[in-house]
């Protein structure tokens, strides 16, 4: 009577994985799906809202809002700061950095110059991903 409920007990958790396997969708755990994937569209968000206020910042300077270009500025350095690792938003925090002291600084034309630099670095198109 044993090797009967021993034989039975395997044939149904054979019969039950078997149909788990099939009727459940199968989720991506590596490639193009899941953590990655989500990570890579958040960082690519953050640096389009980072060039946008940067663009402010930098339209702010030009009409001589000093106190405006520095709160964009400032907005856009933080965006920066969490879209990713690559040689061009790296440039950009720089130029946003410069942007920033410069405009508490009182130099208004210099900080849009950094402003406009740091749009220029946050805009390019990065091949090493």
Known sequence: MRRYTTRLAVMLGTVFILATATV???QPVFGEGGARRDV???EEQHRQD???LATE???HGQQGHVGALLTS???ALQSALKAGETPHVDAGIK???QAIEHGKAGHADVA???AGQAVTHLSEKYRSR
């Open 24 to 26: 459940l969708p199968l």
């Open 73 to 75: 500025a400032e907005a």
């Open 95 to 97: 130029e946003l950095k």
């Open 50 to 52: 980072a060039i946008m």
């Open 40 to 42: 890579v569209r958040a």
């Open 112 to 114: 849009t110059k950094h």
């Open 57 to 59: 910042a930098a339209d």
